[in-house]
T-cell receptor
Framework: EAGVTQSPTHLIKTRGQQATLRCSPI?????VYWYQQALGLGLQFLLW???????NRGNFPPRFSGRQFPNYSSELNVNALELEDSALYLC?????????????FGSGTQLSVL | QQQVKQSPQSLIVQKGGISIINCAYE??????FPWYQQFPGKGPALLIA?????SEKKEGRFTISFNKSAKQFSLHIMDSQPGDSATYFC?????????????FGKGTHLIIQP
């Protein structure tokens, strides 16, 4: 069974540009979560999608947005990139967004903003 | 405000020794405490988790100790091996919460020296 896949592995952008990151969940999983892992800051919750709907978002500005497609894959968009957006962006999936569902993480997209 | 405080930030242990990572929390509504293991270039993976109705949970060489009154929990890795070298994150979540409610510590970079 394939795990959570993310693309691209690395992404280099300049300030003010837009970045698009993609995630394919494990087959059968309907929930997708996005996290930002900045150096020394642990994992910060960004967005949660389930069944195509945004269910919750973390304490991030509106220029962080995304969507979930009918096949449950997901896209994270970051507009007007700032230097501090440089981080590892992790996608995770679960069968559904319930309290007891185990999270499975992808290997992440390393975003560098120059 | 950091809801889960993790220490130390980095840790070097000799092969065969015991690695101990500590976490403390303030929110008494937390009732699920997982630990994640992250190898370089990979996403975090659930290692072991505990609920506050038990004081200790052991899986192989990994043990979580939980002190509800002190609001602290710790990960012990017995007979530490070079393959255990990774970053470890503790996390906590409120009762009934989903994965979007996970609050992560900042991580501990563990190095096991051969």
């Amino acid at each position: 069974e394939a795990g959570v896949t993310q693309s691209p592995t690395h992404l280099i952008k300049t300030r003010g540009q837009q970045a698009t990151l993609r995630c394919s969940p494990i087959s059968g999983h309907t929930s997708v979560y996005w996290y930002q892992q900045a150096l020394g800051l642990g994992l910060q919750f960004l967005l949660w999608y389930d069944e195509g709907e945004e269910r919750n978002r973390g304490n991030f500005p509106p220029r962080f947005s995304g969507r979930q497609f009918p096949n449950y894959s997901s896209e994270l968009n970051v507009n007007a990139l700032e230097l501090e957006d440089s981080a590892l962006y992790l996608c995770a999936s679960s069968r559904r967004g319930s309290a007891n569902e185990k999270l499975f993480f992808g290997s992440g997209t390393q975003l560098s903003v120059l | 405000q950091q809801q889960v405080k993790q220490s130390p930030q980095s840790l070097i242990v000799q092969k065969g020794g015991i690695s101990i990572i500590n976490c403390a929390y303030e929110n008494t509504a937390f009732d699920y405490f997982p630990w994640y293991q992250q190898f370089p270039g990979k996403g975090p993976a659930l290692l072991i988790a505990i609920r506050p109705d038990v004081s200790e949970k052991k899986e192989g060489r990994f043990t979580i100790s939980f002190n509800k009154s002190a609001k602290q929990f710790s990960l012990h890795i017995m007979d530490s091996q070079p393959g255990d070298s990774a970053t470890y994150f503790c996390a906590a979540r409120e009762s009934g919460g989903g994965a979007d409610g996970l609050t992560f510590g900042k991580g501990t970079h563990l190095i096991i020296q051969p």
